[in-house]
């Protein structure tokens, strides 16, 4: 049973264009969603997070959309740098109270950006 | 800079071996976490711990123990290796004012033959 759904396995970009992606999600319960962003031999690094009251979020070249009614989210980076080119991760938390907070990951999109 | 360190890089261990991965923060954070990673299937919870000698068993404990007796340190054991727990392994650690943070280790890779 996957909560939290990444579609697309793969994206490739061209540098200085936007990278959009995407990500599903089957619960209404979620209170936040994040990405995570993984480069090869390295730990998911937190990139960027957005309340479930919230609709849009923006840190830089990185913004990332909710849209509640569609149970969606996605990730635009504008533009695409070549180090932006990593596996990145959609996660969803649900807080249960002070212990046992939930976070969800989907499977993951990796992202190629050509120079 | 919050550092997250787990012991060994890569693991090669034969089936039914006990098997245990390390982790270690030093940002005195009261949560930590194990997750694994598989193709196509993303980062899954193991375990995780929110004070000392707390756990609580997450989506996939099947096979797994833990171990918490320091704050700094949680342990992930598997009882007896078997070729599906053949997988990355990472360790993370949050404050519970910041759940959403996970720090991540740079992982273990875990091969059982």
């Known amino acids: 049973d996957q909560q939290v759904k990444q579609n697309s396995p793969s994206l490739s970009v061209q540098e200085g264009r936007i990278s959009i992606l995407n990500c599903d999600y089957t619960?209404?319960?979620?209170?936040?969603f994040l990405w995570y962003k993984k480069y090869p031999a390295e730990g998911p690094t937190f990139l960027i997070s957005i309340s479930s009251i919230k609709d849009k979020n923006e840190d830089g070249r990185f913004t990332v959309f909710l849209n509640k009614s569609a149970k969606h989210l996605s990730l635009h980076i504008v533009p695409s740098q070549p180090g932006d080119s990593a596996v990145y991760f959609c996660?969803?938390?649900?807080?249960?109270?002070?212990?046992?907070?939930?976070?969800?990951f989907g499977a993951g999109t990796i992202l190629r950006v050509k120079s | 800079d919050v550092k997250v360190t787990q012991s060994s890089r890569y693991l090669v261990k034969r089936t039914g071996e006990k098997v245990f991965l390390e982790c270690v923060q030093d940002?005195?954070?009261?949560?930590m976490f194990w997750y694994r990673q598989d193709p196509g299937l993303g980062l899954r919870l193991i375990y995780f711990s929110y004070d000392v000698k707390m756990k609580e068993k997450g989506d996939i404990p099947e096979g797994y123990s833990v171990s918490r007796e320091k704050k700094e340190r949680f342990s992930l054991i598997l009882e007896s290796a078997s070729t599906n727990q053949t997988s990355m392994y990472l360790c993370?650690?949050?404050?519970?004012?910041?759940?959403?943070?996970?720090?991540f280790g740079s992982g273990t890779q875990l091969s059982v033959l």
């Open positions: 993370a650690s949050s404050t519970p004012t910041t759940n959403e943070k996970l720090f």
């Open positions: 619960n209404s319960m979620f209170d936040y």
């Open positions: 996660a969803a938390l649900r807080l249960l109270g002070e212990y046992g907070n939930k976070l969800v």
């Open positions: 940002m005195d954070h009261e949560n």
